[in-house]
């Protein structure tokens, strides 16, 4: 059989619509400029609509009057505040809820998590239904049921339900007394800060010297004592410099305190109660993921069963739990954002919602407000990814 020979030659090159990596990058140039010029044509027919109508651009609006109030605010806000100061009162209130979500549903997800797996039938069966019920029913709807069966039904103002005559709940909201700080009471923040860093350092000190002598102190009940007793006893040399503002009636409503409103409530626990379905099914599945030998090895050395649970199986479980834990996080933080339905004065309901409709800044209030979002999410998110990688198992 004749070969044919390679008549090229030396030193010639093929085309360059031969050459794989040439025409690839030339697709790609070609890609991102009709990306490129597509986002043009949809700035420059925007800019042409909004011309047209004589709609103004520009974040000018944030430093004009706003000329409504907000029921809740965590900063100083009035009706002759700006646009902007209303941006700010709601990107505070959406933290506050999303901040405080996360904690509870937290907490929730992983006591439910654990009960699921308890050896007591009963407990697992509670644990279970818990599970079942609220994760199958739409967010939509639990807001709506603490909203208006539960918190809208709640008696007058004058008819409160008091636990000690001191916290009051009615269908306005949850009174609680307010502390009033008075000169002095810096020393306590300064002591509860020093007892967490002291608390920290004696964790990791007492990890180390645990590996490295099998000697453990109990380090979380001395941090325990630390973080609550340093600052209580402050308290007490210092002469508790504390005054409290008792909420009182005052004809229809009360004054004073520290007033909780029930928009914010019924979101809150609508928001905890149903992400902590999920969590809980994420923690399940972590510890089930973990190999039974681990257990039977610990038990082998009589460990308590809460010692195998907490230095055994959850460190282990947290590096399948984190990563969709994460999501949750995540989803909780943005469905804050049905507030909307309820009235409670998130970023949605009175910036991308009153403050759009007053000023007609649609493209600027809802490009401010999706920017939040992501934000948030990503900080979340990059705050969740540096702790998985802290307690991801290193391979030697």
């Known amino acids: 059989m004749s070969v044919r020979p390679n008549t090229r030659p030396a030193g010639h090159k093929p085309p360059f619509w031969r050459d794989r990596a040439k025409r690839a990058l030339i697709f790609q140039l070609l890609l991102v400029a ?16 909004l011309s047209a109508r004589g709609i103004t651009t520009g974040f000018g609006f944030l430093s004009n009057t706003a000329g409504f109030g907000i029921v809740q605010s965590l900063i100083d806000y009035s009706s002759q505040s700006t646009y902007g100061r209303t941006f700010l009162v709601g990107l505070l209130n959406t933290l506050l809820v999303g901040g ?24 697992a069966r509670l644990a279970n239904a818990y599970i079942e019920t609220f994760r199958n029913i739409p967010l939509l709807l639990q807001i709506f049921f603490w909203y208006y069966a539960v918190l809208r039904t709640l008696p007058s103002a004058r008819d409160s339900l008091a636990f000690g005559e001191v916290i009051f709940l009615n ?3 949850l009174y609680l007394p307010e502390p009033l700080f008075e000169s002095g009471f810096g020393l306590i923040p300064a002591t509860f800060i020093l007892a967490i860093i002291a608390s920290i350092a004696l964790v990791i000190w007492n990890k180390r010297r645990h590996e490295a002598t099998g000697k453990r102190l109990p380090a979380y009940w001395i941090s325990f004592a630390l973080i609550f007793g340093l600052p209580l006893l402050v308290l007490v040399a210092t002469g508790v410099p504390i005054t409290w503002d008792i909420p009182e009636l005052r004809g229809f409503n009360f004054r004073g305190g520290i007033t909780i409103i029930p928009e914010f409530l019924a979101l809150w626990l609508a928001l905890s109660i149903y992400t902590a379905s999920f969590i809980a099914e994420i923690v399940r599945s972590g510890i089930q993921a973990i190999s039974h030998g681990q257990t039977e090895a610990a038990q082998a050395l009589s460990l308590p069963r809460n010692l195998v649970l907490r230095l055994v199986v959850i460190p282990q479980a947290l590096r399948v739990i984190i990563p969709p834990l994460t999501s949750q996080y995540l989803n909780l933080i943005k469905n804050s954002s049905l507030a909307t339905a309820i009235g409670y004065p998130d970023l949605v309901s009175v910036f991308a919602g009153t403050t759009l409709n007053q000023t007609g800044q649609a493209i600027e209030v809802i490009a401010m407000t999706m920017a939040v979002y992501l934000t948030i999410s990503l900080l979340v998110s990059m705050f969740m990814n540096w702790f998985n990688a802290r307690v991801a198992l290193v391979e030697r």
Do not use: K
Request: glycine fraction near 12%; aromatic fraction near 10%; avoid cysteine.
């Open 34 to 49: 009709a990306v490129a010029a597509f986002l043009l044509y949809i700035v420059g027919n925007v800019q042409d609509n």
């Open 171 to 173: 269908v306005r909201g």
């Open 100 to 123: 405080l979500g996360v904690l509870a549903a937290t907490i929730i997800g992983f006591i439910v998590g654990i009960a699921r797996l308890s050896p007591n039938w009963l407990l």
